[in-house]
């Protein structure tokens, strides 16, 4: 039996989103921008996809704009915003724990000239609603903080930075990264006070290649990719027609949210009520999140821990699959021992893992931390 528990790094597409990307290759194959019954009908489609997207937001259809990725929205916004910004101020304002395409974006600016501050985070991974205010002053043009972090879990306070730019009198603009919370949180991003939201579309089980970002209206950026002025000149290039139908797809087939984290709460409660007996077990997430379970098994590294568990059929991941190879810059944010980061992975559920495929993971976490666990004699 095999068993998916790395659904932070991507997802499984379902029978639906490949179906609607066959009718777009095989179908509705034109060029959205060509002006004939072919460019038309694939015109149609696109525009189906903003509105399935935009409802699922809450927003309007024109305040989404279809990208390849969280990684190319999330730079479109932060150069965007910064760069229209730059001449009511030079204050940005993110955490130590975003996204690395969120934190390189940031390295690049500094050394553009604007001064980034980076909030430090609590032992949950949580970045302080007071340091966000005393951080956001009259000079700040931009705020980026992401809504769930991919590693932990972490839920951070955006209302609440949104609140703080309003106290402030700050021109700044705010981006979240909600690529991990995208269809997992119920999301409407009046709630949440942003400017700029960025999801994906493999994390919530369509196609690799595409996402979304949605830009409030009146909201001005910069682009940095032109060509033709596409998707109103922010994001430049032939449309991805096969990804973004089934991204459309994807989101269209999400169902009842609150339902889906409830499912994977109680899979997250059992799974952890079959570890009890393991010694020294440590969970590194705060409970608010269901999809993610980062934990620690002392005496096994992560990685040891990870081949074990796929050799078994099991698939869980050492951290961000975006930063392989290296010890975890969000859990040592968070103050954790360096042991206990050594020895850590992150369980991320779907909401079609099942009780049966948990108690398989269960078993082999078990069967592991007898096998492999190292005990002082």
């Not at 072919?38 to 990208?67: I, K, N, Q």
């Not at 909030?119 to 002053?137: A, Y």
């Not at 409970?287 to 990685?303: K, T, V």
């Not at 980061?341 to 779907?350: E, G, K, L, N, T």
């Amino acid at each position: 039996m095999e068993c998916y528990f790395d659904n932070s790094a991507t997802t499984r597409p379902t029978q639906g989103v490949i179906d609607a990307m066959v009718s777009v290759l095989a179908d509705d194959f034109g060029n959205p921008s060509s002006l004939h019954r072919v460019g038309d009908a694939a015109s149609v489609r696109l525009e189906e996809a903003r509105g399935t997207v935009a409802r699922a937001l809450g927003c309007m259809p024109e305040e989404v704009y279809f990208t390849s990725g969280g990684t190319e929205s999330n730079n479109i916004a932060v150069f965007g915003a910064a760069h229209a910004l730059r001449r009511r101020g030079n204050r940005i304002v993110t955490s130590c724990v975003e996204h690395p395409s969120v934190l390189e974006c940031m390295k690049r600016l500094e050394e553009e000239g604007f001064e980034v501050v980076y909030l430090p985070v609590d032992g949950s991974g949580r970045v302080s609603e007071e340091s966000l205010k005393e951080s956001i002053n009259e000079k700040t043009i931009l705020v980026s903080l992401m809504l769930v972090n991919n590693e932990v879990g972490s839920i951070q306070p955006v209302k609440a930075a949104a609140d703080a730019i309003k106290s402030a009198g700050a021109p700044a603009l705010l981006h979240t990264d909600a690529v991990q919370a995208f269809g997992k949180l119920p999301i409407k991003v009046a709630s949440l006070g942003v400017d700029l939201l960025t999801i994906s579309s493999h994390k919530v089980h369509g196609p690799k290649g595409q996402g979304a970002l949605f830009v409030k209206k009146g909201t001005r950026l910069v682009p940095y990719v032109l060509g033709g002025g596409q998707e109103g000149g922010i994001r430049s290039g032939t449309h991805g027609m096969p990804g973004i139908a089934g991204f459309a797809a994807a989101v269209s087939e999400l169902g009842d949210i609150e339902a889906n984290a409830e499912k994977v709460a109680g899979l997250k409660e059992h799974l952890l009520s079959k570890l009890t007996e393991i010694d020294g077990l440590t969970v590194n997430s705060p409970a608010q999140f269901p999809f993610i379970l980062n934990i620690s098994i002392p005496g096994i590294p992560s990685e040891v821990l990870r081949n074990f568990l796929s050799e078994s059929g099991v698939y869980v991941s050492t951290g961000s699959a975006c930063s392989k190879g290296h010890r975890s810059y969000v859990l040592t944010a968070m103050g954790l021992d360096p042991k206990v980061i050594d020895s850590a992975v992150r369980i991320s559920f779907c909401r079609f893992n099942t009780k049966e495929e948990t108690d398989c993971l269960a078993d082999c976490l078990l069967r592991a931390n007898k096998t492999l666990r190292k005990v002082k004699r």
